[in-house]
């Protein structure tokens, strides 16, 4: 469901009264028909007991306008409603207690809701502060209200020197994995004076773990001695993650360093030994050096797992290389039919027949 039709539906529940021309709240006179909203038990009971206008508190009433503010900002008498809030006394403080006891009660979307419409009316730091903790809330358990937080980012950003919104953009994007993203957001936090909580300071530092991370993960197949440079000192603190060292492994196998890479590779290992691309990369090192009987037992365990014509055609060169021609031709046939067209494949058909 889409915020658009949640909000609707949220509306439809409440209970409209018509309010003729001329009628007064406190000082304020009504100059045209209106309908106004209203949302409590309490309420509805009066009108069904069809008690008098008068005997209804005009705190409900005020309290039904915040929620349509809040549900639906081009609701056709908002600008009306806005108008009676202003004139009603107190009607700010009113409805801060009224979400506090829906905070209180853990009625959160109703609380956000009401909260929204308290925004349209003082838009302030101290309501952004509220709305960012219940809506942050609500999107861990509905993906609905992702929109509906960096929406609030966006309009809160536009408040001078106000910290608070990039601190949830960053916690947003870090949660969809937009690392880069949340990093720029974090630093704008810090720049704008957020407080550096140690939370804070952890978020920041994993944000700017991974992105060296994925930097040098991207410089490994290039530059293989920029992304050592990177990852070495990075192990320090992921050292509990296999990835690191399998990609260490492959930028020392490039620098033909096939020892430095097989101990990342069982540094790897050691986390997760069902690393298929670990074992793969295995059998890559121990055939550069010539151990093929070695490397074979590797690719033989990867090919099991992923059917995959490089492992297979890995498979071929290898059994050429012990001169064990029946299982490099058996092997060779089930390349084929994986991926008869491989230029890897093709290349070892021709040496095949030129050998005949």
Do not use: W
Not at 82 to 107: D, H, W
Not at 157 to 163: P, R
Not at 257 to 274: F, V
């Amino acid at each position: 469901m889409d915020s658009k039709t949640y909000f609707s539906e949220k509306l439809s529940a409440l209970l409209f009264l018509e309010i003729k021309k001329n009628s007064k709240i406190n000082d304020f006179i009504i100059s045209d028909d209106i309908y106004f909203p209203v949302r409590t038990n309490e309420i509805i009971q009066k009108v069904k007991k069809k008690e008098d206008f008068d005997n209804i508190p005009v705190n409900l009433f005020i309290e039904g306008m915040f929620y349509v503010l809040g549900a639906d900002e081009l609701f056709k008498y908002n600008e009306t409603y806005k108008e009676i809030i202003n004139s009603v006394p107190n009607s700010i403080g009113f409805i801060k207690g009224v979400i506090f006891k829906e905070i209180e009660k853990e009625n959160y979307e109703e609380a956000y809701i009401i909260l929204k419409g308290l925004l349209s009316i003082e838009e302030t730091k101290e309501n952004y502060d509220k709305i960012f903790l219940i809506v942050d809330k609500l999107r861990l358990t509905n993906i609905m209200f992702k929109d509906e937080e960096l929406t609030l980012i966006e309009k809160a950003k536009k408040i001078a020197i106000y910290s608070n919104p990039y601190l949830y953009e960053a916690i947003v994007f870090d949660s969809e994995s937009k690392h880069d993203l949340a990093l720029m957001a974090i630093r704008n936090f810090v720049e704008f004076g957020g407080e550096q909580t140690t939370e804070v300071i952890e978020l920041k530092n994993n944000l700017e773990n991974i992105t060296n991370f994925q930097k040098a993960k991207d410089l490994v197949p290039t530059n293989p001695k920029e992304a050592l440079q990177i990852l070495v000192p990075l192990m320090e603190q992921l050292g509990d993650n296999a990835d690191i060292y399998y990609h260490s492994a492959v930028a020392y196998r490039i620098l033909q360093n096939h020892e430095k890479a097989i101990y990342y590779l069982n540094e790897a290992a050691a986390i997760d030994k069902d690393l298929i691309e670990v074992v793969n990369e295995f059998g890559i090192n121990y055939a550069c050096l010539e151990n093929y009987e070695l490397a074979i037992q590797y690719f033989r365990k990867a090919f099991e797992v992923t059917k995959s014509i490089e492992i297979c055609t890995n498979l071929v060169m290898c059994y050429l290389n012990i001169n064990n021609i029946e299982q490099a031709r058996l092997h060779l046939d089930i390349a084929k039919k994986i991926d008869p067209k491989d230029e890897i494949l093709v290349e070892l058909e021709n040496l095949f027949t030129e050998g005949k």
